[in-house]
């Protein structure tokens, strides 16, 4: 069954909220690991959620990166070897508070 434009972006509040509580601290052990882990999986939800909104939605809120989004969750999921800890440290402290309250605002 398919989920809803609706549904799927209710996914992404929950998802941005949860990566800095998830945030590892630097120069931490396996339990840093598994924190990244979780972070870099919740950043795989939001682009899962904003591949499946429409092209309307996206430009209501020309302020988010849809595109970058999506592109890290396709790096997240297909070739996570690939994926740079001290981008998402960057994403994570600089850029989802800006995210999270466009979305908030919507």
Do not use: K
């Not at 209710?10 to 990244?36: F, K, N, T, V, W």
């Amino acid at each position: 069954m398919s989920r809803s434009e609706d549904e799927r972006f209710a996914d992404i509040p929950g998802a941005l909220e949860r990566c800095p509580a998830y945030s590892p601290h630097p120069h931490s052990d396996e339990q840093g690991s598994m924190a990244y882990d979780a972070v870099v999986r919740n950043l795989a939800v939001v682009g899962g959620a904003v591949r499946s909104l429409s092209g309307e939605t996206h430009s209501t809120m020309p302020e988010v990166p849809w595109a970058s989004i999506a592109g890290l969750r396709n790096v997240a999921v297909h070739e996570c070897s690939r994926v740079n800890p001290d981008l998402v440290r960057d994403i994570v402290d600089h850029q989802l508070s800006d995210m999270a309250n466009a979305i908030r605002n919507r």
